[in-house]
């Protein structure tokens, strides 16, 4: 059997993502748990009869592999965290997905990416200027990471699509399911300029529960967010707090003060988010490489994930020990040790008494 099969063994087994880390957690990997016997395959404590009893009737009756050979059919890649093609970008994240579905290609590592998110019910205006966001940043090389939800996820890939550029979208329902159905001839295109993605197995609905999650692969796929048009409680805030954690520059295009339709991004603007006010302010922040939609490789800090957390947080703008350590959320003597390696090592310098910036 090849590594995909264990993992398409338990992933497509509707087991959720936080027993999935205990079991690669306790057994090293999932060839292992895949390999016990009955006896000791019912007693480890993690997944509940139900579970247990659909995974061993799954390797039992080797429906993964039928499910292997629908995939390959219908042109859609499962991916896995091994997968020399999955995305490294989301190797970083602390809740990383362990499948993907994909049809088209993955963002490529190199390539910078925008997220861009707003409401599905925005107005004309709003989506006049995700289109033209979209366009513009696509023209200039960088990919557009979105939802493909109705407003503006959707003309947010249009604008990436007629500026000619790359475009991925993140689904919260199976890879074989368009949702909504009036994006069908989008989802095409998509597919031929860029790609789809999700983590939930062909066939499951779009459930509500299933976009919140499903953000955060968004913002993990994007280099900085970017949110037009929200809500004071809009589901794109969800990918805000997303980026943040992550450590990405979020950005709002502002609204009429009043309006509820922009009440979240004047919020967001108000507690510090970027002002957007045209596509060139995006293009300005990504820099001069933009152009040709290449990003400096993110370096490799193996499991340290505050080591990652740090190094994203620190731009080419000079930012003080006190105000880095505020972001982490971490103690004085968690953060020196960490700022010292990352200068040891090529990637920080120190500029004056306790302030860093990206070299």
């Known amino acids: 059997m090849e590594k995909k099969d264990y993992w398409l063994w338990l992933c497509g087994s509707g087991v959720s993502r936080q027993k999935i880390r205990k079991i690669t957690e306790h057994y090293g990997t999932v060839r292992n748990f895949f390999q016990l016997e009955k006896k000791r395959f019912?007693?480890?404590?993690?997944?509940?009869?139900?579970?247990?009893?659909?995974?061993?009737?799954?390797?039992?009756?080797?429906?993964?592999?039928?499910?292997?050979?629908?995939?390959?059919?219908k042109g859609i890649e499962f991916l896995y965290p091994e997968h020399p093609?999955?995305?490294?970008?989301?190797?970083?994240?602390?809740?990383?997905?362990?499948?993907?579905?994909?049809?088209?290609?993955?963002?490529?590592?190199?390539?910078?990416?925008?997220?861009?998110?707003?409401?599905?019910?925005?107005?004309?205006?709003g989506r006049n200027v995700a289109k033209e966001i979209g366009r513009q940043a696509a023209a200039a090389g960088i990919g557009i990471i979105s939802g493909m939800a109705r407003g503006i996820d959707t003309c947010a890939h249009l604008g990436a699509l007629s500026g000619k550029g790359k475009t991925w979208a993140v689904l919260g329902c199976g890879i074989d399911i368009c949702y909504p159905k009036e994006n069908r001839e989008l989802y095409d295109r998509i597919c031929e300029h860029g790609g789809l993605l999700t983590e939930y197995p062909p066939g499951t609905p779009p459930l509500p529960i299933l976009f919140p999650q499903r953000n955060r692969i968004i913002s993990g796929l994007s280099d900085a967010v970017v949110v037009v048009e929200a809500r004071e409680k809009s589901g794109s805030l969800i990918t805000v707090e997303f980026a943040l954690e992550q450590g990405k520059d979020v950005y709002a295009v502002p609204g009429r003060i009043g309006d509820a339709l922009n009440a979240g991004c004047?919020?967001?603007?108000?507690?510090?988010?970027?002002?957007?006010?045209?596509?060139?302010?995006?293009?300005r922040a990504f820099g001069t490489n933009c152009?040709?939609?290449?990003?400096?490789?993110?370096?490799?800090?193996?499991?340290?994930?505050?080591?990652?957390?740090?190094?994203?947080?620190?731009?080419?703008?000079?930012?003080?020990?006190?105000?880095?350590?505020?972001?982490?959320?971490?103690?004085?003597?968690?953060?020196?040790?960490?700022?010292?390696?990352?200068?040891?090592s090529g990637q920080i310098r120190e500029l004056g008494k306790g302030c860093y910036v990206r070299i």
């Open 85 to 125: 093609a999955y995305p490294t970008r989301l190797k970083y994240l602390s809740d990383y997905p362990y499948s993907l579905y994909v049809r088209g290609e993955v963002p490529p590592d190199r390539q910078a990416a925008a997220g861009i998110v707003g409401s599905r019910t925005c107005s004309n205006y």
């Open 291 to 344: 152009r040709s939609g290449q990003v400096q490789t993110v370096p490799e800090f193996g499991t340290n994930k505050y080591l990652t957390q740090l190094y994203n947080l620190i731009k080419d703008i000079p930012q003080s020990f006190d105000a880095l350590r505020e972001q982490m959320g971490i103690s004085p003597e968690q953060m020196f040790p960490l700022l010292l390696e990352l200068q040891m």
């Open 42 to 73: 019912f007693v480890d404590g993690i997944l509940n009869p139900e579970e247990k009893e659909r995974l061993w009737q799954r390797k039992k009756e080797k429906k993964y592999l039928e499910e292997k050979e629908q995939l390959q059919k």
């Open 266 to 283: 004047n919020r967001l603007i108000q507690n510090g988010a970027g002002i957007l006010t045209a596509p060139a302010d995006l293009l």
